[in-house]
């Protein structure tokens, strides 16, 4: 079956652009999250969804961030005014709602600010 | 101090050692456990999860002290495949319900 899919795979952007990042979850799954990950660092949590609600999004690192998932499914991660520091691989993953259910990541979008 | 804290590493050991990774978290109500595994430039990926009692998978066991919130994997008999940077990580209740997270990696190489 399908797994997690990002698109895009990579992204290029200029500084102060606004970019799109989007996820598309194993179907069924009702939890969604965000990560972001630098070079030689684990992946750092952003924002986690349970249905079309934010359940928790105090990873965002500040308002240009912004995450959606109108309809508990698809998922899309905003960056306003890019900055060169939002350089990273941005990962989506999905799981069941059971408690200690395994998550399942996409292969990521790797964000390049220049 | 970071939620999850991991070995700095890396772990750089001959095919057929025994390798041990610690891990320590802050959160006391945290509910569930993971190691992961991350290949170089891919997602991460269950590797297992971590009761209380221990849990063994092959040449992998891994083991939970809640009352020192302290977790370990150990990796017996290491293959070349075993290469990775393993995650340890932590699925919390409460504050922050369902929310999962990392600590930075260790990273192993195994050398023929």
């Known amino acids: 079956g399908a797994g997690v899919s990002q698109t895009p795979s990579n992204k290029v952007t200029e500084k102060g652009k606004y970019v799109e990042l989007r996820c598309d979850p194993i179907s069924g799954h009702t939890a969604l999250y965000w990560y972001r990950q630098s070079l030689g660092q684990g992946p750092e949590f952003l924002i986690y969804f349970q249905g079309t609600g934010a359940a928790d999004d105090s990873g965002l690192p500040n308002d240009r961030f912004f995450a959606v998932r109108p309809e508990g499914s698809v998922s899309t991660l905003k960056i306003q005014r890019t900055e060169r520091g939002d350089s990273a691989v941005y990962l989506c993953?999905?799981?069941?709602?059971?408690?200690?259910?395994?998550?399942?990541f996409g292969q990521g979008t790797r964000l390049t600010v220049v | 101090r970071k939620e999850v804290e991991q070995d700095p590493g890396p772990f750089n050991v001959p095919e057929g050692a025994t390798v041990a990774f610690n891990c320590t978290y802050s959160n006391s109500a945290s509910q569930s456990f993971f190691w992961y595994r991350q290949d170089c430039r891919k997602e991460p990926k269950l590797l297992m999860s971590?009761?209380?009692s221990g849990n063994e998978d092959g040449r992998f066991t891994a083991q939970l002290n809640r009352a020192s919130q302290y977790i370990s994997l150990l990796i017996r008999d290491s293959k070349l495949s075993d290469s990775a940077t393993y995650l340890c990580v932590v699925l919390n209740y409460g504050g922050s319900q369902g929310n999962l997270i990392f600590g930075k990696g260790t990273k192993l190489s195994v050398k023929p």
């Open positions: 993953a999905s799981s069941t709602a059971q408690g200690g259910a395994e998550a399942f």
């Open positions: 971590v009761y209380s």
